[in-house]
């Protein structure tokens, strides 16, 4: 089983849906999420992070961390054209550092106009 | 700040070829990081460096794959010699602190080896 898993898709929605990302996880030290954009051609941007179970909400992001369960989610209301991107979920361990961070393969996320 | 830049953009190359990709990180940054993204395995990271002094480099695929960072403001990855499974895309990211939660990435540098 691999640290991290992410479904690829594509995930096609029509705009002003309600996407949701989802990561699953087998590593409990894990203790930082965070959730990365990337357009095509582009490098990856950091979207949003947690720390530890709980809820964080930005503008029309919302980013879940279920530990329990080693699940965490990335909510968008009222989908856009320009939120069309792959969206990697990434984990660290306590401490932080560059070595405990794990990404997902990424979810091409595509919102029809 | 221009952010990260990283050179060239796009590279082809023949087998066996030595590679040679540059980064140029954010200034003041004091952590670098050089990884490689592919379909089959996604984002890895191959080395980072903490003022310009190589810490972890586990994920170096092999030898033929080595990085320097000669001062605060450049770094390379050199492949040599290169090899087919070595196409990939190549990021640099550089950040102020280790915990990388504001990790800036460069564009990359798409690597084809043929």
């Known amino acids: 089983q691999k640290e991290v898993e992410q479904d690829p898709g594509p995930l096609s929605v029509p705009e002003g849906a309600i996407v949701s990302l989802n990561c699953t996880y087998s590593?409990?030290?894990?203790?930082?999420f965070m959730w990365y954009r990337q357009y095509s051609r582009k490098g990856p941007e950091l979207l949003m992070y947690t720390y530890s179970s709980g809820n964080k909400e930005d503008g029309r992001f919302t980013a879940q961390v279920d530990k329990s369960s080693k699940y965490i989610s990335l909510f968008i209301r009222d989908s856009q054209p320009s939120d069309s991107a792959t969206y990697l979920c990434a984990m660290g361990r306590a401490g932080g550092g560059a070595d405990g961070l794990t990404f997902g393969k990424g979810t091409h996320l595509i919102i029809q106009p | 700040d221009a952010g990260v830049i990283q050179s060239p953009r796009h590279e082809v190359t023949e087998m066996g070829q030595e590679v040679t990709l540059r980064c140029k990180p954010i200034s003041g940054h004091d952590y670098l990081f050089w990884y490689r993204q592919t379909m089959m395995r996604g984002l890895e990271l191959l080395i980072y460096f903490n003022n310009n002094v190589p810490i972890d480099d586990s994920g170096m695929p092999e030898d033929r794959f080595s990085a320097k960072m000669p001062n605060a403001s450049f770094s390379t990855l050199k492949i040599q010699p290169s090899e087919p499974r070595d196409s990939a895309v190549y990021f640099c990211?550089?950040?102020?602190?280790?915990?990388?939660?504001?990790?800036?990435f460069g564009q990359g540098t798409r690597l084809t080896v043929v």
């Open positions: 590593n409990s030290a894990f203790q930082y």
């Open positions: 990211a550089s950040s102020l602190g280790s915990t990388q939660l504001e990790a800036f």
